[in-house]
């Protein structure tokens, strides 16, 4: 079942068949699930559409039938999504993998240079996209951002075949007659039961890839396998969700990440859940959205960051009281680690307390939960801000840097010592990647020893209970969105007048952290606040708005080690107020005075918040 012969490339359920839809879906078409909704989707104005299962059956298979017949999409080709929370999204992408078809969808936030790089990366056929959507009352029109992204792709050399266009909001948009196609327009040629049976494809194939960041520029194809996350995603979700007939499930993430693909889409739908979507941002027009749709609902389990928490609750509790909550029966967090004084505002204010709160630590890498309470099995005593124990099969140490166990209580890193069905397949198209970046740190190849290496501090505490501490590389996690530092440092450094640049995760009483980046300037160029605004602006068209540091500070030097690597340890200490350590293998001592100088004005923004 599990095939270990090509460690670390681990292949679960070799010899099997199936597609993700049969679970998704066709098993509930003859069943009373058929007639529950699958969705209540609300839009960012207050506008809805309810999808029962039946519906949402017709409608991927509609889908699906036009991408076969018009599209010419076949089993193993890819296909980028870059849509919002709208249902059309989840359609797509279910009416994808039911022919077998690779998706890989870009969070909509993501600029058009990002979009390119996924497209191209992916050398995907079809880009499936939308006219515009709301955020903050604003229709932000994304069609015009592919259309740039599909211009940058087809300079690198991958042409996008078909685009698809779902229309939402209604705006006017520019139009490539033979390459743009209207959503409507294409599920309108299929028959209105038109039937397309699932594509039977092999569990060690891919089901989808989703692009996040890493240590070195450029972001990694994580690939997930047909089998093995269907089956270790449909158990997560039962151990951690407890399903129940009556439940409304709302997990506040977007698709775009991890989180969205396994608890908005193939998790729930393979428990039959009824489910809450929501297109727009978590505080508009108030900062009750979230607790009013909480209400609407009846929501029963309720799925969100640490973040968004942070920022309802500095709103303040009167936003809360207005209204009734007591139908939430359990609470669950993921991204970030939670701080135990948030933690016990949502047990208590949220969940009025008696909804446990379900810590999740887990990886786009992962698939599903890794490390988190499961009271669908069995409620172990919980302690605020700790993601408690490894869920069943998961076989988690905590090690110190020599490889040496942690004593308990001691800061280590985080390791898996046993592979998963929820695993990555690997990297796409990077073999060597996968090998170097989650299983060299610790591995013993000779030895046949392989340890999965997530890149997360963690510490086990006398009874066992997991405490995950952060990343422990060149990471961040801002909003609970993950970034790599040396990504940004190379969209600065696309700008003329950077010569050096060097990017570092600040601590923030709301976003857990923020990007800093620090940048040397080529001769001929002066420091000033509308240079500031450009090199802000560079890495927006670069990434994204996600992305965008929250200072640029300019300086003569910056910490480098005799070899010329960046010291980014020392820039960070300085950030936090921390004395800098061991600076022995400095070049240049008077880079600390200069960093510390250029971060002291920061330092004291930051603690106003
Ligand atoms: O550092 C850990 C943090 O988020 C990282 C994974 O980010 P991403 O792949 O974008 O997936 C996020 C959603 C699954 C991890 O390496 N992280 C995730 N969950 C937690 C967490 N840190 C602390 N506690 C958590 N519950």
Not at 369 to 386: D, E, F, N, T
């Amino acid at each position: 079942m599990l095939d270990r012969s090509n460690a670390p490339f681990y292949r679960w359920f070799v010899g099997a068949e199936t597609n993700i839809n049969i679970n998704a879906l066709d098993r509930w078409i003859n069943t009373d699930v058929a007639n529950k909704v699958a969705y209540y989707w609300e839009g960012e104005p207050g506008d809805t559409r309810t999808l029962s299962y039946r519906e949402l059956y017709w409608e991927v298979n509609r889908l699906a039938w036009a991408f076969r017949e018009l599209t010419g999409l076949k089993p193993g080709d890819t296909a980028t999504l870059y849509l919002p929370m709208i249902p059309e999204l989840p359609i797509s992408m279910l009416a994808l993998t039911r022919l077998g078809v690779i998706h890989s969808v870009v969070f909509s936030g993501f600029s058009p240079q990002a979009l390119a790089d996924r497209i191209v990366d992916a050398k995907a056929k079809v880009l499936i996209t939308v006219d515009g959507f709301y955020r903050r009352g604003r229709v932000i029109r994304l069609k015009e951002e592919a259309d740039k992204a599909i211009r940058l792709a087809r300079d690198r050399g991958v042409t996008v075949e078909k685009v698809i266009v779902v229309r939402r909001a209604g705006v006017d948009v520019p139009w490539h007659e033979g390459l743009d196609v209207w959503y409507h327009d294409l599920i309108g040629e299929a028959p209105v039961k038109a039937y397309v049976r699932p594509v039977p494809r092999k569990a060690t194939d891919v089901l989808f890839i989703l692009y996040t960041s890493g240590t070195t520029g450029k972001p990694k194809g994580v690939m997930h396998s047909v089998g093995g996350y269907m089956t270790y995603v449909y158990n997560v979700f039962k151990w951690n969700w407890d399903p129940r007939p009556g439940d409304v499930f709302w997990c506040a993430a977007d698709i775009g990440w991890i989180t969205g693909h396994t608890y908005i889409v193939y998790g729930p739908l393979m428990h039959g859940m009824t489910q809450v979507m929501y297109e727009g941002a978590p505080d508009y027009p108030k900062p009750d959205r979230i607790w009013a749709l909480v209400e609407k609902y009846d929501v029963t389990t309720f799925y969100t960051s640490p973040t968004l928490l942070r920022l309802l609750r500095k709103y303040g509790d009167e936003w809360v009281e207005k209204h009734d909550l007591s139908s939430l029966r359990l609470l669950g967090t993921v991204g970030e680690p939670i701080n135990p004084e948030v933690w016990k505002w949502y047990y208590k204010k949220i969940g009025g307390g008696k909804a446990p709160i379900v810590d999740t630590w887990w990886q786009t890498e992962t698939g599903a939960a890794m490390i988190s309470p499961a009271p669908g099995i069995s409620l172990v005593p919980l302690k605020p801000g700790s993601a408690t124990y490894p869920l069943p099969g998961i076989v988690a140490d905590v090690l110190r840097y020599d490889g040496s166990p942690a004593s308990p209580g001691e800061k280590g890193l985080l390791v898996i010592r046993e592979p998963w069905p929820g695993m990555l397949m690997g990297i796409w198209r990077d073999p060597d990647r996968y090998v170097k970046t989650y299983w060299s740190m610790f591995s013993r190849p000779d030895k046949g020893v392989w340890i999965y290496y997530p890149a997360d501090f963690a510490v086990r505490d006398a009874d066992g209970y997991f405490w995950l501490l952060g990343r422990a590389d060149e990471v961040m996690n801002v909003a609970g969105h993950r970034l790599g530092t040396i990504e940004l440092e190379d969209a600065l450094l696309t700008h003329p007048a950077v010569s050096e640049a060097a990017v570092v995760g600040a601590p923030h009483p709301v976003k857990g952290q923020v990007p800093l980046a620090l940048v040397v300037l080529r001769e001929g160029y002066e420091p000033s606040p509308e240079l500031e605004e450009e090199l802000k602006e560079t890495v927006r068209s670069m990434i994204g708005p996600i992305a965008v540091p929250a200072r640029v500070l300019f300086v003569r030097k910056l910490p480098k080690t005799r070899s010329g690597k960046i010291m980014r340890r020392i820039i960070l200490a300085l950030v936090e107020g921390r004395p800098v350590g061991d600076l022995s293998t400095l070049e240049d001592p008077a880079a600390v005075e200069e960093v510390k100088r250029a971060v002291e004005e920061f330092r004291s923004l930051m603690r106003e918040g």
